[in-house]
């Protein structure tokens, strides 16, 4: 394909394998091992790497990996086709796996020779954003056999070197077995923003740190920069949270996707969240008194998708600057403070991280979100952005003293969640803060 054309209609014939598939996307040139596509309706920017192909199984008549649910189970192993993109299209393995003791054990591992099935860098080229403006960008991954929770593993996802945590934490959720594939889509931080603009590639790396035997597939990779929510396939994701001890409906618990949108349960404790973009949704809940729990909602287009129910594991509080913390309670960090506009933590910030290092340190198995709000004068987006960085910034302090990233989760919401009206100074200063929650203890 050498030119796009605008079009009204999104839904197009694509050839493949024999058969008829429809799909919103205009990355349909499916056995291309590189595409770069520019002014589509599905985003500014794509671009692929990997033919998409179900590893070389092809697909069932009519299904379309970008809007369907999870593929059909297929056997292994199988070998990599020659033209095959190095790191997709075979089984992986840890790269410090040597026997598999300790943890994990399915028929991947045992199938393949570990020292030939290392991971190695992914490289998305990105020439072509060089000096774009980006609003927002999501990584896509068709990951088949992925089992964290189930086999103990613990994948680390780097791009250009630098923790991904937020696609960790998606990996780290999803149980798949079957083996089977399936599309997940992670938002890309905006501290990441800057590589895909000025670098002539995007390094993606992913490994599981523990060596455990399990083994995982990639089919294809594709990075969405600017992306059309409203051009993609959706479908609506219903739940229930309960008490994981009693079954009992947890009413008010806060649930989230991992793009932000969030929705409360009601007094049943169900949820419904229309307009979910399809494929792996890790479905993240939260209640005081309670640690995050998380379920996977494989989103196929419409309504008719499997219903999520996410138990929630009460929790016990614990102390911070020698007051009584409840997981899953918020706590304003004081004197967290920053010029105007700006992102640069003040001298005067850093006794109050030191108090949140330290917990951490005392607490090694405890998990925190950090959110920065903002007051609603100026435009949304910017303080959204605004407010990400300075939550970012307190990450990193945090981190440099040798906690583990993983363990703090940063976002930014601007103006969106206010605790008082924004018609005053007084109540304006209020809404300006930033906020701890212990996820996990």
Excluded at 296 to 317: C, F, H, M, S, Y
């Amino acid at each position: 394909m050498t030119s796009l054309t605008r079009v009204v209609v999104v839904l197009c014939v694509v050839p493949l394998v024999a058969s008829a598939q429809k799909t919103v996307t205009e990355d349909r040139d499916w056995a291309k091992p590189a595409v770069t596509l520019q002014g589509s309706l599905e985003a500014d920017w794509i671009v692929r790497v990997g033919d998409v192909d179900n590893l070389g199984f092809g697909w069932p008549e009519g299904f379309d990996p970008f809007c369907g649910r999870m593929s059909d189970s297929h056997g292994w192993p199988w070998d990599p086709a020659p033209n095959d993109v190095p790191g997709l299209d075979r089984i992986l393995l840890s790269s410090k796996y040597t026997d598999g003791e300790g943890c994990g054990g399915d028929g991947y591992s045992r199938s393949v020779e570990p020292k030939t099935a290392k991971p190695v860098a992914i490289k998305l080229p990105t020439a072509a954003l060089k000096g774009a403006t980006v609003s927002n960008a999501f990584l896509q991954l068709f990951i088949d056999d992925f089992q964290a929770p189930s086999m103990g593993s613990r994948f680390q996802v780097l791009l250009n070197g630098k923790r991904f945590t937020e696609a960790e934490k998606v990996l780290a959720a999803i149980d798949q077995s079957g083996p089977v594939g399936k599309l997940i889509s992670v938002p890309i931080p905006e501290d990441f923003f800057a590589d895909l603009t000025s670098r002539p590639e995007l390094l993606l790396v992913i490994d599981e740190t523990r060596g455990c035997a399990d083994g995982w597939a990639l089919d294809f990779v594709r990075l969405l920069v600017n992306r059309k929510r409203e051009n993609t396939c959706k479908g609506t994701v219903r739940g229930q949270v309960l008490d994981q001890e009693t079954e009992a409906p947890l009413a008010k618990a806060r649930v989230f996707l991992a793009d932000k949108t969030s929705v409360e349960t009601d007094a049943e404790g169900r949820f419904v969240i229309p307009g979910v973009p399809t494929g792996f949704e890790v479905v993240t809940a939260s209640a005081p008194g309670y640690a995050d729990g998380s379920g996977t909602a494989d989103v196929g287009q419409g309504e008719d998708n499997p219903e999520v129910v996410i138990r929630l594991e009460k929790g016990k509080a614990l102390t911070f600057d020698k007051k009584a913390l409840k997981v899953g309670e918020k706590l304003e960090l004081k004197t967290i403070l920053f010029d105007q506009g700006k992102a640069d933590l003040k001298p005067k910030s850093k006794p109050e991280l030191d108090k949140v290092v330290a917990f951490l340190r005392a607490n090694p198995s405890a998990e925190i979100e950090l959110s920065g709000h903002t007051s609603s004068e100026g435009d949304a987006q910017s303080n959204r952005s605004l407010s990400y960085r300075r939550v970012k910034a307190c990450k990193d302090y945090i981190t440099e003293k040798g906690v583990d990233p993983g363990r703090i989760s940063a976002v930014g919401h601007g103006p969106d969640l206010p605790v008082a009206p924004n018609d005053t100074e007084k109540n304006r200063q209020k809404n300006r803060r930033v906020e701890l929650r212990l996820v996990k203890n």
